[in-house]
């Protein structure tokens, strides 16, 4: 069965349109081509004859009333004839459906449309940033609310979730922070060595594990872990209509599915920032046995004279906000989900950036607070 093939004749001021072969969706793009400039050249009309059509499927139909709706725009005359009596009911169903003719491509306008795009991000990312500020103060409310009436929180569902987010998470902040503790002690004693200081390498690894690399990386972490499981656990949860049944019975999703994971992470993040802290330095130790002979009481004694406890307890009072944030932005993504799969990996994958961002901007203004404090 060959491709769908047109021949055009001019007879009285009508364009007779002679259609043959198979006019279906496999030559379609060709017919496409020949039938666009038609209407336009300088005909009073067109005529198809459909007489000589093998197939016809609905993409063909399609062309045909794409046609009809061209000219008839113009204000040309149209008519169909020779159409086989199997075909007719599949023409007379697309053109009742009234399907408009596909718009031209218009090329962009340069930077006219950049910055309408750029605007309307700005307007989104507004948008976001008041819903945001509006669902923190509903966090708020039902904390306070559920201090001074403890029997609404559900501990059975905060212990699950403590294990899903704490317990569950420290093979992989284990195993990440033991390794960052290598590269830093490998690194510090490459850059100290040249100065005959290997032995300040503790120092390094001291100080920037408990006061910012320790809580930072194992808060990243935890958003791309626990952050992003919120998000889907609680869009799954909208797309399949268990959030509104909750309403409907008169359960307020605050306090069944947020507050348990926002409590559960601000319990479990400062204890996951004490695992990776310790992590960190044995990797640090070992490293140090390795590259420069320092035995593992010589390496504490030195992080004893380098590191206080206020270095200690600045990364760990980081980890309670930290977790806030990431565990407040994944219930809020999750509960912005709407009615599909897409909408739920989408908003999951932003959930993640944002608490990432708010992790990395939040440590700035802690460093900047501690720089202005003198601590």
């Known amino acids: 069965m060959g491709l769908g093939s047109l021949r055009t004749t001019l007879e009285g001021g009508r364009l007779i349109v002679a259609a043959s072969g198979a006019w279906t969706i496999e030559g379609a793009a060709a017919l496409d081509s020949a039938l666009r400039p038609l209407p336009s050249a300088g005909a009073k ?17 399609w062309l045909v009333e794409r046609t009809r709706l061209l000219c008839q725009a113009r204000g040309l005359s149209f008519s169909v004839s020779g159409a086989a ?9 697309v053109a009742a459906l009234g399907l408009a003719p596909v718009p031209p491509v218009q090329a962009g306008r340069g930077l006219t449309d950049f910055i309408a795009q750029v605007g309307q991000a700005m307007v989104a990312v507004l948008l976001q940033a008041r819903d945001m500020v509006a669902f923190f103060g509903a966090v708020v409310v039902a904390l306070l609310r559920s201090i001074r009436q403890p029997g609404r929180i559900r501990l059975v569902s905060f212990i699950s979730h403590l294990e899903q987010v704490g317990l569950n998470a420290l093979p992989i902040v284990g195993l990440m922070a033991f390794l960052i503790g290598i590269v830093l002690a490998y ?18 690894v001291g100080v920037s594990v408990l006061r910012e690399m320790g809580i930072v990386l194992t808060a990243v972490v935890i958003a791309g872990r626990s952050g992003s499981a919120f998000t889907a656990q609680i869009g799954t949860m909208q797309v399949n209509e268990e959030v509104d049944a909750m309403r409907t019975l008169g359960l307020d999703p605050l306090d069944v599915l947020v507050l348990p994971r926002i409590l559960a992470l601000m ?22 046995s390795v590259l420069i002979d ?7 004694n ?3 004279q380098a590191v206080t406890l206020t270095t200690f307890w600045i990364g760990i009072g980081k980890a309670p906000v930290f977790a806030f944030l990431i565990a407040m932005v994944g219930c809020f993504e999750g509960l912005r989900v709407q009615g599909s799969a897409e909408s739920v990996g989408r908003l999951t994958t932003q959930s993640v950036v944002e608490a990432i961002f708010l992790v990395v901007v939040f440590d700035a203004l802690f460093s900047v607070m501690f720089s202005y404090l003198g601590i």
């Open 267 to 288: 319990v479990a993040l400062p204890l996951l920032t004490f695992f990776a802290d310790v992590a960190a330095i044995l990797g640090g130790a070992l490293m140090a």
């Open 187 to 204: 690194q510090g004693v490459d850059q100290l060595r040249r100065f005959g200081a290997e032995v300040f390498m503790v120092n390094l």
């Open 302 to 304: 030195q992080l004893r």
């Open 85 to 93: 009596p199997a075909f007719a009911p599949l023409i007379e169903r």
């Open 45 to 61: 009309g067109i005529a198809f004859d459909l007489g000589a059509v093998t197939a016809l499927d609905t993409a063909g139909a």
């Open 294 to 300: 320092m035995s593992l009481p010589s390496f504490l």
